[in-house]
């Protein structure tokens, strides 16, 4: 039983990250995961849409990434998938690293493209440098319009197509690591999230009791696994979207990211729930009753910790990587006695 905790939070994935993120604009038909820091939106997975104005820049991973020509990006784009589809506005800069890359509407910076292939709509309007890589010469519609430079490199020659991180990229996950708020936490979030602890709480108890006293007996350690997976995984995964080849990798990646994300969170919920009860020693009648009040108890003070003004998001954050940590280094113990 404790073997299929992974599939029962791969099943149930998507719809708990809707929910956490419910109450905001719906950027994202399919997105498995959605991070708002101050500066940027994160999005991951498989068919992304973005059909509304997102007021900061833009960090997109997935299958299918479209933003429609309704849609306006106030800051930078950053996006990487298999295909990509640029028919609104980006006000700032704009980095695709695809197979299939179609641009048909206005981008007020500059363009880079690494694809396979490269297509310039009549719509196309340019105000900065268009910089490619690719296989073969873009197609570029001749109504496209290009005032700045336009440069092209072509893998056949042999050049070195990686190049350093955008900055504005790296700024965002520093902001993240020192405690900008990553991911909000609404009502309706919290009670899926407690469902979700509740139904691993009773379907595979000893797994549950193994990670809570995993985060018990070394919070330490689990705080600092949890963080070098967190900020860890995803750097892995950006830089592996850098190569056509990579791009699978990194979906996957973040795929794999977005599961232990929220299967951090649902032991957060377990482990800061049982910390309170043990530590005020609370009674709630039988084994049932206590572990209903554990859950009960760890969601709202997660709820009302993320919530809080200044250290809300020091507080999310480590609560998080607890989680995480918990979970890797009972899984760690589970291998070794194996």
């Not at 950027?27 to 939106?41: I, M």
């Amino acid at each position: 039983m404790r073997r299929s905790c992974p599939a029962l939070f791969s099943g149930l994935f998507s719809l708990a990250l809707l929910a956490i993120s419910f109450g905001g604009p719906a950027y994202a038909n399919e997105a498995a995961v959605r991070w708002q820091s101050d500066d940027a939106l994160y999005l991951a997975g498989a068919e992304i849409l973005v059909k509304e104005a997102v007021e900061s820049d833009l960090r997109a991973s997935g299958e299918s990434i479209v933003i429609a020509d309704d849609a306006k990006i106030d800051g930078s784009a950053w996006l990487a998938g298999r295909r990509v589809v640029v028919d609104g506005r980006v006000d700032g800069d704009l980095d695709i690293r695809a197979q299939s890359v179609l641009l048909n509407g206005p981008i007020n910076g500059d363009v880079s493209v690494w694809a396979v292939d490269v297509t310039l709509g009549p719509d196309t309007q340019i105000d900065g440098d268009f910089v490619y890589y690719s296989n073969a010469p873009a197609d570029i519609s001749a109504e496209a319009g290009i005032d700045g430079e336009t440069e092209a490199h072509f893998f056949s020659e042999g050049e070195d197509i990686s190049r350093a991180m955008p900055h504005d990229w790296r700024d965002g996950w520093e902001e993240r690591r020192h405690g900008g708020r990553t991911l909000e936490l609404t009502l309706p979030g919290v009670v899926v999230l407690a469902l979700l602890a509740g139904l691993v709480s009773f379907v595979a108890p000893r797994w549950s009791e193994s990670v809570q006293l995993a985060a018990r007996g070394s919070p330490a350690l689990a705080v600092f696994y949890g963080l070098v997976w967190m900020l860890g995984l995803p750097l892995v995964g950006i830089f592996a979207a850098f190569t056509i080849v990579g791009i699978p990798f990194a979906f996957l990646l973040m795929v794999l990211y977005g599961v232990v994300f929220l299967a951090g969170m649902v032991t957060a919920v377990l482990v800061i729930g049982r910390f309170i009860v043990s530590l005020f020693n609370m009674q709630f009648g039988d084994g049932s009753g206590q572990q209903l009040a554990v859950i009960a108890i760890g969601s709202v003070v997660l709820w009302a910790g993320a919530a809080a003004p200044l250290l809300g998001g020091f507080f999310w954050f480590a609560s998080i990587a607890l989680g995480i940590g918990a979970i890797l280094i009972a899984g760690r113990v589970q291998y070794e006695t194996l």
